[in-house]
């Protein structure tokens, strides 16, 4: 995705799951940035699979999500990579 807009309002929208009660509801967010982090670090992953952003009435689908979850032009620190960090062991140096 070219030239994609972090900062614009975004609405996410959890994946609809008759069989399991729904845990995570629709949400506004102020930011994309903000959208997209929360569905890569706090919706379980069959949650993700159906669930979309919605931009200036764009909708972006999960593999959308990952992808600029991804880019390297996505402006906040990544949990996962922050976890990675925290986990290394100290050098005996």
Do not use: C, W
Request: aromatic share 10%; no cysteine.
């Amino acid at each position: 995705m070219s030239k994609f807009d972090y900062r614009a309002p975004a609405e996410l929208f959890p994946s609809r799951n008759r069989k399991s009660r729904q845990l995570v509801k629709y949400r506004r967010f102020d930011t994309a940035a903000d959208a997209i982090q929360f569905a890569m670090e706090k919706l379980p992953a069959p949650a993700l699979l159906g669930a979309f952003i919605e931009i200036d009435e764009a909708r972006l689908g999960h593999a959308d999500i990952r992808e600029l979850y991804e880019s390297p032009d996505y402006p906040l620190k990544k949990q996962a990579m922050n976890e990675t960090v925290a986990r290394a062991p100290a050098s005996d140096a």
